[in-house]
């Protein structure tokens, strides 16, 4: 194995609907492997830049939809930490819904954590994948779990998260996301509360970080 497969970044995928709790897997992933060198990317920091439009236009916006994200940009930025190359994060407002004017510095790292709900959506993007996840739940458990979010982290109103839901994010789900679970390497139902398999894909990380030569 070359110098250069030993030091690049092994990249997990972690996918599944709004609410499906990859939030919560992806970081249960991250405190077990606390010790090596890990970080968390989250897809929803790559929403297209929408400065140009008012905000009745933004609002508008189906953010469900593939088109909402600047994957281009995810894709660059993931290559260049796959190439041990530096990168300046965009930050992404969403009570402005658009981009911040600010970045984020962001050093390569040993295991790099991609989340987000259409992260196997783009071929491109699961082809720079070590492991792809998805996370399959109920979809009664993950509107409460987005309403929950919505209202307390991103200062949404009740009726505009759920209108929301019934205009764009279930029809996406079943049209975009759902989907791509026939590209995951492993399936997780129940989310963070799956310990057997998360402990599993921390257990096949450790194995390859050992194939490439480090010291566990």
Known sequence: MSTEQKRRP??????????????????????????QDIQIITQDTYYNDQAE???????????????????DLLIQQLTDLRHNRAIE???YDYKAYTRSQETVHVEPTEIIILEG?????????????????????????????????????RGRSLDSVINQYLATVKPMFHQFVEPTKRYADIIVPEGGENHVAIDLLTTKVRDILVKRGHTL
Do not use: C, W
């Open 117 to 153: 709900i259409l992260i196997l959506d783009d071929e491109r993007l699961r082809d720079l994948m070590d492991i792809k996840v998805y996370v399959d739940t109920d979809d009664d458990i993950r509107i409460i779990r987005r309403i929950k979010r919505d209202m307390d982290e």
């Open 53 to 71: 439009m008012t905000m009745a236009e933004r609002k508008q916006v189906n953010y469900d939809h593939p088109l909402a994200f600047d994957t």
């Open 10 to 35: 092994i990249i997990i995928g972690v996918t599944g609907g709004s609410g499906s709790g990859k939030t919560t897997v992806s970081k249960a992933i991250y405190n077990q492997l606390k010790g």
């Open 89 to 91: 994060m965009p930050v």
